[in-house]
């Protein structure tokens, strides 16, 4: 049999791991084992692996049409563009495939917007994709260097230092570009007030404020979207991952006075907004509601945090907010405890060195988080 690494290109570190099948927070390998999934691919599968009501609904708009050109209309893609509209107090859509795609369209919103103001400032070790623009507006030297020259007109500044970013704010810039939580920077918590202060800045300073929850939004902190815990509300909104159930799509949504910035011909995708995609997002957002995930993600979390907490080794450091959460090792070693979950069937997300992330399905029970949480304390006392 052909080896996967023979014929793909080496960007990602893999587990030896074939799975074949899942079910709520479960899946299955290829020699017939279960596996607790506590990182729902990173952060995508919110409403658990194969819900009866994404499947459906996936099933059904496959059978019925799969793709017309953005140039006529679908009802699945206007349904869910009202759900979104609704859902953030009247913003407009803008449909991509990724999470990536939905920053870039973010980025040249915002610059439409501006028109001679260019300037995007972003926070040092914030992560918003891989694709140019978007890497240019990550903060993470070691993704970008190897890929200069990147776009021009992006700076950064500490995350969580409103004084900092006050200084960067001069009359040359947009928008302003932040996680409410960084995710991949390994669950950085802002403190309270951040966010709200970002958001003042940027009105006195005449820029956008685009907050990208691709990671955070769809009740994975417990609120529909992160910036509700602090009532920050931004100008523009990234949505990615969880969206779809696990099908590739990402939202731009940005207030209408902004939005109409772009004319016809600015943008556009081929794949963006399609039917099957759009069916799926409108299934997720049912099941958030019928199944009340934003309040499960928060109670979830509290539960898996006090756990994580209890059985920590000394030192660590446990932070998050509903079902994203972060536990930093004191002396590093997050592959070591994520491969020792792994072999005893539980998928846990090692970030650097230091950090083990936990974005379960939010579906996940009382009885699983306990679970996960013994076998975490197997591994912690065996390491
Ligand atoms: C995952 C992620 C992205 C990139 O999404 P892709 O779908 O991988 O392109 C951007 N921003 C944040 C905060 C993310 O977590």
């Not at 820029?207 to 990208?212: C, E, G, R, Y």
Request: glycine residues 12%.
């Amino acid at each position: 049999m052909t080896q996967l690494d023979d014929v793909t290109m080496p960007t990602y570190k893999r587990w030896p791991v074939e799975f074949l099948s899942g079910e709520g927070v479960w899946l299955r390998d290829s020699s017939g084992d279960r596996y607790l999934d506590l990182m729902a691919g990173i952060a995508v599968a919110s409403v658990g692996h194969c819900h009866p009501k994404v499947t459906a609904a996936i099933s059904y708009q496959a059978a019925s049409l799969v793709h017309v050109s953005n140039l006529y209309l679908t009802r699945p893609q206007a349904e869910l563009a009202g759900r979104l509209s609704n859902m953030t107090g009247g913003m407009k859509v803008f449909f991509g495939n990724s999470g990536a795609e939905a920053v870039e369209c973010a980025i040249k919103l915002a610059r439409r917007w501006g028109d001679a103001k260019r300037t995007i400032v972003a926070t040092e070790k914030g992560f918003h994709g891989r694709t140019l623009g978007a890497l240019a507006a990550t903060g993470q030297p070691d993704k970008q260097a190897p890929f200069e020259p990147l776009p021009l007109g992006f700076v950064h500044v500490p995350f969580d230092d409103p004084g900092a970013l006050e200084r960067a704010l001069d009359g040359t810039v947009a928008a302003v570009i932040i996680e409410a939580i960084q995710g991949e920077a390994g669950v950085i918590v802002p403190s309270p007030g951040y966010l709200k202060d970002v958001r003042a800045l940027c009105d006195d300073a005449g820029a956008l404020l685009i907050i990208d929850e691709i990671q955070t939004g769809l009740a994975r902190t417990g609120r529909h979207f992160a910036y509700e815990h602090e009532g920050a509300r931004p100008d523009i909104l990234c949505l990615g991952k969880a969206l779809a159930g696990g099908l590739p799509m990402g939202a731009c949504l940005a207030r209408p006075e902004v939005a109409d910035s772009f004319q016809v011909g600015d943008h556009g995708s081929t794949f963006g907004g399609g039917p099957v995609p759009s069916a799926a997002a409108l299934a997720v957002l049912d099941v958030i509601e019928e199944e009340g995930l934003c309040d499960r993600a928060a109670s979830g979390g509290e539960r898996l945090m006090k756990g994580l907490s209890a059985i920590a080794p000394e030192g660590s450091v446990v932070r998050g907010k509903g079902l994203m959460i972060g536990l930093e090792l004191p002396d590093g070693g997050a592959r070591a405890v994520a491969g020792a979950c792994l072999e005893r069937k539980v998928l846990v997300n090692d970030i650097g060195d230091r950090v083990i992330r936990f974005v379960p399905p939010l579906v996940i029970s009382d009885e699983e988080i306990d679970q996960g949480l013994s076998v975490l304390e197997e591994v912690f006392d065996a390491i």
